[in-house]
């Protein structure tokens, strides 16, 4: 079978940075409550920017170098596209100039990313694309309700770009990925109600809504489970991981989750005081900050849970 290897990353972030303290000017809410409950001191939020603008920098830094006509699929993954069609992979594509790429967006929330990487792996080794392109991307400053002081001060807008490409000597060791739709709506995000000459209805936009708790607790459960399994499935041991990037939901999901594997918290990837929960952004650019300190050969294993409810591991050797 044909090997998969990471060979670029990138990152976009909007300019404006969102703080607690400003929050709490405009919400009952603190920086003390937010930093406790969550780890997060700040978001950056878009002013003039849009999901595909943030996708195109963070692509077009993790393709330097390459020929755009070499890209064969490029997937974007966004529950916030800046329009439904054409989707934001297509803008990217049109964009970079990569003509010969199949592109299309996929909604699996917070496993965004995760969901795309399984794609875009087997696409490659399954023969029918040399290089791919993943990209996380969220504008989710936009479906957060303002007054939902339990929602909005999680959320963070930004995009990361991962491009895999085919290679004799595999590095995508092994994936666990997973959904349970019948807890959906402990986290969700309604479209657009139905509207037809049969159905008349008033238009109102719609917001992230969230059980914090329930989400919370599926989180702390699910997480340790899935990267055990990857590890099982790439038959490595724990010991020898690296670095763990978690999706950066909050703190203390991923202290909860290194206790229970009873690994050193020292080995988790953190930058979600910075820039909050990014959803299905938060785990290419948590990559694409944490590479700095990699070296070749290192086994990572980057995991994304959250909207559907979803979840997913990969276990990669750099
Ligand atoms: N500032 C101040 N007080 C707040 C607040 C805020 N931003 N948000 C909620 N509160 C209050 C509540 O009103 C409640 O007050 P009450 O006791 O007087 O009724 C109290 O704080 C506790 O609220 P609760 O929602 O039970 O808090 P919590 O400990 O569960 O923390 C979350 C809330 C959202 C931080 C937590 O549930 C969480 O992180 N869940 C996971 C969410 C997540 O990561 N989602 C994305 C996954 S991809």
């Not at 023969?127 to 001060?153: H, N, P, Q, Y």
């Not at 790439?234 to 202290?255: G, P, T, Y």
Request: hydrophobic residues 40%; contains cysteine; neutral net charge.
């Amino acid at each position: 079978m044909r090997g998969v290897k990471i060979v670029g990353t990138g990152m976009c972030m909007p300019k404006y940075i969102l703080t607690n303290e400003e929050l709490s000017s405009f919400i009952d809410t603190s920086d003390e409550w937010i930093a406790q409950r969550t780890g997060i001191r700040q978001r950056r939020i878009v002013t003039d920017e849009n999901t595909i603008d943030l996708s195109v920098k963070a692509a077009k830094e993790a393709t330097e170098g390459i020929d755009p006509l070499e890209i064969d699929l490029i997937i974007v993954g966004t529950v916030s596209p800046h329009q439904v069609i054409p989707s934001v992979a297509c803008s990217v594509q049109a964009q970079l100039g990569a003509t010969n790429a199949m592109a299309f967006d996929i909604s699996a929330a917070c496993s965004g990313f995760i969901y795309g990487s399984k794609i875009a792996v087997e696409a490659i080794r399954c023969g029918s694309a040399k290089k791919a392109l993943v990209i996380g991307a969220e504008v989710l400053s936009k479906v957060v309700d303002w007054s939902d002081r339990g929602t909005c001060i999680l959320f963070g807008d930004g995009a990361g770009a991962v491009l895999y490409e085919q290679t004799d000597v595999n590095k995508i060791l092994a994936f666990d990925v997973g959904s349970n739709g019948m807890l959906g709506q402990t986290l969700s995000l309604e479209n657009q109600a139905q509207n037809n000459p049969l159905i008349k209805n008033e238009y109102s936009p719609s917001f992230i809504k969230m059980d914090g708790r329930a989400v919370y607790r599926f989180a702390v459960n699910v997480v340790p489970i899935s990267i055990k399994k990857a590890l099982e499935k790439a038959q490595v041991n724990i010991d020898e991981i690296k670095l763990f990037v978690l999706h950066q939901a909050n703190e203390r999901i991923i202290s909860s989750v290194a206790k229970n594997l009873n690994v050193d918290l020292n080995l988790f990837f953190k930058n979600l005081d910075k820039y909050g929960n990014t959803s299905g952004a938060s785990i290419p650019i948590a990559l694409h900050e944490a590479k700095s300190n990699l070296k070749n050969g290192d086994k990572i294993v980057l995991t994304g849970f959250g909207g559907g409810l979803t979840w997913g591991s990969i276990v990669v050797q750099w």
